[in-house]
């Protein structure tokens, strides 16, 4: 080979490592520079403290039975304060929505698990007293609601996610509204700003419409609320996935500021990466107690709180609650539940 061929041959491979490190600082920079933004538009969230299992009274006997499952349980707190933003003692909202949200890595799915709110639970330290479900986050806060949960329904829950109800007439705004089928009772409930009175049919609600929709209870009970609930969420989700990647961001900007949570950016990027590879058509949505009001063993007042609820059975809450999530048919209560089941039939009576 001659000394031309040579030097040319030498050329184009250096041309070749210049373009190959251009190329590698060029998808580099674009790296760093999208997981910059997405770092700024996540600082823009409430955050709070992170539980370790521990701190979550998080059972050992209930990790031992789940171990085997790659499966995120995320506790989802929908708050009835008026707006979050203004808030100044978050332990003193009520979760008027308390749901499990569900990532199930190995089926590559999502459940949503709605918990009754007035259901008589045990509220471990610093309160250490029986009280409705909800009033958990009222009296210590989210930390309190994770542990209430962990302890009365053998959940292994340490992150959670919250937002209020402000936050949805915020995102359906964002979203231009959506669409639901309403009933002929629902159209005539003559409350706050619904300001719909016809006949049953499809109707385009707006945010302040769609938080009324959700907090309608009157024509029937909590459970049916909690599907309505539900039927929310999955008509938003839908409306999401029909916007391109700039107006997501745009949505997840301007809803950043009403939500809080205790996840770190790194785990937000982690399961959103994840979540891509899910299916996000289906969701699987459960009530717990399963069979609604029928579950109900009794009604009862305490410390001047009522409706409180009694159930037939906390052991087969629990049970319902590992099958659907799990999928674990022979789940067994712990002992804590149990004795939790025990002290409370002892006290305000229960089945025989």
């Given at each position: 080979?001659?000394?031309?061929?040579?030097?040319?041959?030498?050329?184009?491979?250096?041309?070749?490592?210049?373009?190959?490190?251009?190329?590698?600082?060029?998808?580099?920079?674009?790296?760093?520079?999208?997981?910059?933004?997405?770092?700024?538009?996540?600082?823009?969230?409430?955050?709070?403290?992170?539980?370790?299992?521990?701190?979550?009274?998080?059972?050992?006997?209930?990790?031992?039975?789940?171990?085997?499952h790659k499966?995120?349980?995320?506790?989802?707190?929908?708050?009835?304060?008026?707006?979050?933003?203004?808030?100044?003692?978050?332990?003193?909202?009520?979760?008027?929505?308390?749901?499990?949200?569900?990532?199930?890595?190995?089926?590559?799915?999502?459940?949503?698990?709605?918990?009754?709110?007035?259901?008589?639970?045990?509220?471990?330290?610093?309160?250490?007293?029986?009280?409705?479900?909800?009033?958990?986050?009222?009296?210590?806060?989210?930390?309190?609601?994770?542990?209430?949960?962990?302890?009365?329904?053998?959940?292994?829950?340490?992150?959670?996610?919250?937002?209020?109800?402000?936050?949805?007439?915020?995102?359906?705004?964002?979203?231009?509204?959506?669409?639901?089928?309403?009933?002929?009772?629902?159209?005539?409930?003559?409350?706050?700003?619904?300001?719909?009175?016809?006949?049953?049919?499809?109707?385009?609600?707006?945010?302040?419409?769609?938080?009324?929709?959700?907090?309608?209870?009157?024509?029937?009970?909590?459970?049916?609320?909690?599907?309505?609930?539900?039927?929310?969420?999955?008509?938003?989700?839908?409306?999401?996935?029909?916007?391109?990647?700039?107006e997501l961001?745009?949505?997840?900007?301007?809803?950043?500021?009403?939500?809080?949570?205790?996840?770190?950016?790194?785990?937000?990027?982690?399961?959103?990466?994840?979540?891509?590879?899910?299916?996000?058509?289906?969701i699987d949505?459960?009530?717990?107690?399963?069979?609604?009001?029928?579950?109900?063993?009794?009604?009862?007042?305490?410390?001047?709180?009522?409706?409180?609820?009694?159930?037939?059975?906390?052991?087969?809450?629990?049970?319902?609650?590992?099958?659907?999530?799990?999928?674990?048919?022979?789940?067994?209560?712990?002992?804590?539940?149990?004795?939790?089941?025990?002290?409370?039939?002892?006290?305000?009576?229960?089945?025989?």
């Amino acid at each position: 080979m001659t000394k031309l061929k040579k030097k040319q041959k030498r050329n184009k491979t250096k041309i070749l490592l210049i373009v190959a490190c251009t190329l590698i600082g060029l998808i580099a920079v674009i790296g760093i520079s999208g997981n910059l933004y997405v770092d700024s538009l996540l600082n823009k969230t409430n955050r709070s403290k992170k539980l370790t299992d521990e701190e979550a009274l998080v059972n050992q006997e209930v990790k031992d039975q789940v171990q085997d499952h790659k499966i995120v349980n995320i506790a989802l707190f929908g708050s009835d304060n008026q707006d979050w933003n203004e808030w100044t003692d978050t332990e003193m909202q009520r979760s008027d929505a308390t749901k499990i949200i569900s990532l199930d890595f190995n089926a590559k799915k999502i459940k949503i698990t709605s918990l009754q709110r007035d259901i008589l639970v045990y509220l471990p330290e610093p309160y250490n007293d029986y009280d409705k479900l909800n009033h958990a986050h009222w009296r210590g806060g989210p930390e309190l609601a994770i542990q209430t949960i962990n302890s009365n329904f053998d959940m292994d829950i340490t992150q959670y996610v919250g937002f209020s109800f402000e936050a949805t007439v915020k995102l359906v705004d964002l979203v231009g509204g959506i669409d639901l089928y309403l009933t002929a009772e629902e159209t005539h409930q003559k409350i706050r700003d619904l300001q719909i009175d016809g006949d049953d049919g499809v109707y385009h609600l707006n945010g302040q419409q769609v938080k009324e929709y959700c907090r309608i209870r009157t024509i029937d009970d909590d459970f049916h609320r909690m599907k309505r609930q539900n039927t929310v969420i999955m008509v938003i989700l839908t409306e999401l996935r029909t916007k391109n990647f700039w107006e997501l961001m745009d949505i997840v900007e301007d809803m950043m500021p009403w939500i809080e949570t205790n996840l770190t950016n790194d785990q937000i990027k982690n399961y959103i990466m994840n979540l891509l590879t899910f299916d996000l058509k289906h969701i699987d949505q459960y009530q717990i107690p399963s069979t609604g009001m029928e579950a109900i063993y009794k009604t009862v007042e305490y410390n001047d709180f009522s409706p409180l609820y009694v159930m037939d059975s906390y052991q087969q809450m629990v049970k319902d609650i590992h099958e659907n999530i799990y999928e674990m048919e022979n789940y067994q209560p712990s002992t804590k539940v149990i004795e939790l089941e025990k002290s409370i039939y002892e006290k305000f009576g229960g089945p025989e």
